[in-house]
């Protein structure tokens, strides 16, 4: 498995655990919009920001906090993956 | 056990085909949207606001009917502890109010720095700054009062931009249906160039730009008694059960901000502002937990706020 899988799986495994969902990991796919998967529920999507933060000791962005931005795993893990080489380099 | 309950999303829409296809008011909106408005633009905002009290007053003389539903409704909340002459003054004094609040909206683009400083008392403005001083960011929590687009808008000129959390389009009860579909996106369109910092609950960042709002530690305006909604808990309010949002509850769990009740009352003429000690919340384990324990505590404040300043409560002009 790549870093990008492993980092991937992790924001599965808090989308399903933030937003209690009745999904197996494999069932989000890379592309799946998440937005399907807040439903109408808008605190969801701030439950799931503050879980990934907590989780990559991170913070989004204030411009980045869209469903834009927040559209799939693809872009999602891109940006993590960004934020924490940013963060480690700043070390 | 918490008397509230989690509910589905729920909207306080209507249905519209019950409404008729004319009514009075589609009239007095008309009038409000074109002719007032270009005499608005054409005079000085004082000179406006003179001729604009003249015809509330001279609306609020006809308007029997309109203070004959306002009175029942506040002699159904306040039962046997306010006068039948008290009711009667406040109903007055509620269209009147409900009239300026119109006027204000036409001429507050106009006001500048100095008119709204010249009219303004601020009461409380250190809890407001203590607050901020955690840097997590303020919830603002009001209800729906006639001063709030005034008081708001004399913060942002004061260096304090609150962020409005608003329904796209409220129903309007007793506008017809021609109006309904003419005139009331008009009147949308003008109520937003109006209130200018604002989200709407139906935009699916609202969270998002609430939560990026608080992170930059700015102020964010909520109305506890608006009931459009996903999560919506029931409490006693004004001797009736009511539903009232918990979202914001949810967001300051999760965030960390402060929350400062805060009060709007007067026009732009002459208004007040008023800031609360910040709420000391009861620390739980679970969001769910702090939303039913704490909620009622903020409902309580409002409760009393339109116990204090019932002539300038809005929703007396719905139905409860």
Redesign the interface.
Known sequence: MTAGESLKNRIRRILIDSLELKLKENEIRDSTNF?DLFG????A???F??ALEKEFEITIE??R???SS?KNLDGLSAYIEKVIVIKNRDK | MPSGMRLRWTNAGGNMNSSPLFATKDLLLLFYLFPFRILAEMLPAKILRRIGSLMVHLYGALAVGKQRDIEERLRLAFKDTVEGKEIEKLAKQYILNAGLKDVDDMILNRLTREELLQCSQMIGLENLERALSFGKGVVLVSGHFFANRVGKRFLSEIGFPVLSVRKSSSRHPALGRLATKHLKSRYVNFVNEVVRDYVFIEDKDCTLKILARLRGNGLVDIHVDGHSSYHLMEYPFLGRKRSFPSGFLRIVYLSGAAVVPMLCIGDSGSFTIFFEEMVQFIKTSDQETFVSKNLPRIVEKLEYQVWEHADQWELWGIKL
Do not use: K
Request: charged letters at 25%; hydrophobic letters at 50%; a negative charge.
């Open positions: 937005d109408l529920d808008s605190i999507v701030v439950e920001v503050i204030s411009e906090l869209t469903s927040l």
